[in-house]
Nanobody, 112 residues
Framework: QVQLVESGGGLVQAGGSLRLSCAASGNILGGTFGAWHRQAPGKQRELVALISSRGIINYADSVKGRFTISRDNAKNTVYLQMNSLQPEDTGVYYC??????WGQGTQVTVSS
C-alpha cells in the first residue's frame, strides 16, 4: 500500500512560517485530490485545505489568506505553506490522499 510521509513541522513563534510536505511512496497523486487535516489537543480533527486533481482549492475559513496548498504530481508530493501562524494553528498535521495509508503526521507548535 502507498504510504504518506509528512515533514516540515516544528516550533515557531506567532507570525512565523512553516512549509509542510507530504510525500507519497508511490505514483498515486495524479487524478485525485490531496488534502491536509490537523488535530489540536482535545479537539476533533479538521480539514485545513484541499486541492483537487484539477487544481481547485478549498480552505478552512480559519486559514484563508494565510495558508497555501499546492501539489507536484511528478514528485507525488503535496505541500502546505503556512504563513502568519497563530497559537491556534498548533496541532498535528496529517496529509490525505485517497488510496494511501496516512502517516504519523507532523507536529506544528506555535508559541505566543
Amino acid at each position: 500500500q502507498v504510504q504518506l510521509v509528512e515533514s516540515g513541522g516544528g516550533l515557531v513563534q506567532a507570525g512565523g512560517s512553516l512549509r509542510l510536505s507530504c510525500a507519497a511512496s508511490g505514483n498515486i497523486l495524479g487524478g485525485t485530490f490531496g488534502a491536509w487535516h490537523r488535530q489540536a489537543p482535545g479537539k476533533q480533527r479538521e480539514l485545513v485545505a484541499l486541492i483537487s486533481s484539477r487544481g481547485i482549492i478549498n480552505y478552512a475559513d480559519s486559514v484563508k489568506g494565510r495558508f497555501t496548498i499546492s501539489r507536484d504530481n511528478a514528485k507525488n508530493t503535496v505541500y502546505l505553506q503556512m504563513n502568519s501562524l497563530q497559537p491556534e494553528d498548533t496541532g498535528v498535521y496529517y496529509c490525505d490522499v485517497p488510496g494511501a495509508k496516512w502517516g504519523q503526521g507532523t507536529q506544528v507548535t506555535v508559541s505566543s
